[in-house]
């Protein structure tokens, strides 16, 4: 039986919400949830189920039910490339259970915390133009649904995975994923300085020549304007391509620790950061870290203690020049400006009804913009522009959309992922006040 508790609060990583659920539990059996779901839906209850709360949006707040999966402790079932985890398993120890039988996920973002059925819930992503988003690499699901069914979705219902790969867990709790691996792998790191107008120059070619691409833009008080931290991830042995006339600039050490995750005050890192990026002036690339080592530790940087607010737009993949030169003319009047860095990553198409890359064919670039400070000074200039641009927000970060928007930005998907809320959750069980508001 799950043991509920009334003086649960729940803060997410960014210390951003804050909320008492009337109901916090961590049921420990798939049947335990259905029960639980079951009642709720009898009694017109509420309940959100939550990961490792590491969203910025308002996705779990509720005043009814708060679920962690954390104690649903299910067996992990090979089945050749197809792996079955707990949908609450941390991605930390999803690798590690992985590497166990050599196998690997496809790709990752920036840290490893989330669970992996809160990862996919909001469409998290990392980079590479011919990769997709981690809920891409599901092949089925169980979830149990507002009527507290145990259903198994894989690719046979129609639109059905479509909907459930990333749903925001507004259509049921994702007790099981199917994840399609790869063999475990290894990767090359390299960190280059450049110059902001060498890279938008060449966006195309460096998302050719590179499986993995990036970049970090800092602005005034922390960098000259026009430098760019670009980061390369690739197979061991790419070619460089463009990169290959970059020279090793020495003496970067303390900038070396920090991409490598060393802790530091907020302020001793950017000084590191201005610093670093003085050295820059002109010059072509300037390589200032190069290492292999395994696939996770390559793709992520170590969580540190900076705790942002962060606003992150996907766009078409060959607009993300125009959204850099609008930023730039945002930040040359002056009015605001970001101690953190302008984060450029790009990602490939897929078909999820709520993807950002659903319906562009290139690939889209995500945009993220991370403020210390300023959040509504920064975010009121950023929104818009990327909006401009055909963007759509990431679910799990800061942005202020009504329905109507999201309709817009979805056409045709959003009535199809509307009907299939309807479906899974007839009586409204996952619902809360910001989903009402996005999809009514
Ligand atoms: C420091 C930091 C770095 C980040 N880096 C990246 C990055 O590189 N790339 C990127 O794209 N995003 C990134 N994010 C965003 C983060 O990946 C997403 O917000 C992600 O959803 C968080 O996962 P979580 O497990 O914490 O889920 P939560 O925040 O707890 O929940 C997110 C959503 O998932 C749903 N959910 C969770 N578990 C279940 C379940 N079992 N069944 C049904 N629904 C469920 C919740 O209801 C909610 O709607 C970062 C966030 C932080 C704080």
Redesign the pocket.
């Known amino acids: 039986m799950t043991v509920f508790k009334t003086d649960h609060t729940f803060e ?3 210390d951003t919400i804050k909320f008492r659920p009337g109901l916090y539990g961590e049921p420990s059996t798939v049947v335990e949830i259905q029960q639980i779901v079951q009642q709720a839906a009898n009694a017109g209850g509420k309940i ?10 308002q ?2 707040p509720t005043a009814g039910t708060l ?3 954390d104690q ?1 402790k299910l067996p992990i079932v090979e089945n050749g490339a197809q792996v079955t985890v707990p ?2 398993i ?2 930390k120890d999803l690798i590690k259970e992985l590497r166990k039988r050599g196998r690997g996920l496809r790709n ?4 490893t ?14 980079t590479g133009l011919r990769l997709g ?2 809920h891409t690499q599901i092949a089925a699901m169980k ?1 149990v649904d507002g009527q507290g069914q145990l259903r198994t979705i894989d690719g046979s219902g129609p639109k059905d995975l479509a909907a459930a790969r990333l ?9 099981e994923v199917t994840l399609e691996t790869v063999p475990d792998y290894r990767l090359e790191y390299n960190a280059y300085l450049c110059r902001l107008d060498d890279v938008l120059g060449r966006i195309d070619q460096l998302n050719q020549e590179n499986e993995r691409m990036l970049f970090w833009w800092f602005l005034p008080p922390v960098g000259p304007r026009d430098c760019v931290i670009l980061i390369t991830k690739n197979p061991v042995g790419t070619p460089p391509g463009w990169l290959a006339a970059a020279t090793d600039l020495p003496g970067m050490s303390a900038l070396g620790g920090i991409l490598r995750g060393r802790r530091l005050s907020v302020d001793t890192l950017l000084g590191v950061l201005g610093g670093a990026l003085g050295h820059l002036a002109g010059a072509g690339p300037r390589r200032i870290l190069h290492f292999v080592d395994d696939y996770d530790r390559v793709l ?1 940087i170590p ?2 203690p ?1 705790y ?1 607010r ?1 606003c ?1 737009y996907a766009i078409p993949a060959g607009r993300a020049w125009e959204a850099l030169e609008g930023m730039r003319r945002v930040f040359d009047e002056g009015d605001v400006s970001l101690r953190l860095p302008v ?1 450029v ?1 790009f990602v490939a198409p897929d078909d999820a009804l709520l993807s950002p890359s659903r319906d562009r064919a290139s690939g889209v670039a ?1 945009i ?1 913009a991370s403020t210390l400070e300023n959040a509504t000074e920064v975010f009121e200039r950023f929104e818009p522009l990327m909006r401009g641009l055909e963007g759509r927000p ?4 800061n942005f202020t959309l009504r329905h109507a928007d999201v309709e817009a930005m979805y056409p045709g998907s959003y009535s199809e992922f509307r009907a299939a809320r309807a479906s899974f959750d007839p009586k409204g069980v ?1 619902s809360n006040s910001f ?1 009402d508001e996005l999809f009514g």
């Not at 959100?48 to 949006?57: D, E, N, P």
């Not at 990431?394 to 970060?397: E, I, P, R």
């Open positions: 997410n990583w960014s959100r189920t939550q990961g490792a709360g590491h969203s910025f949006s996705l779990l679920l962690s999966l649903l949908g609450g941390r991605l990752l973002g920036s840290i915390e989330q669970s992996i059925a809160g990862a996919t819930a909001t469409g998290t992503h990392g988003a981690i979830l749903s925001l867990g507004a259509l049921g709790i994702i007790t992520t969580l540190l900076v942002h962060e992150e984060e990553r995500y993220g990431h679910w799990g970060k996952f989903l």
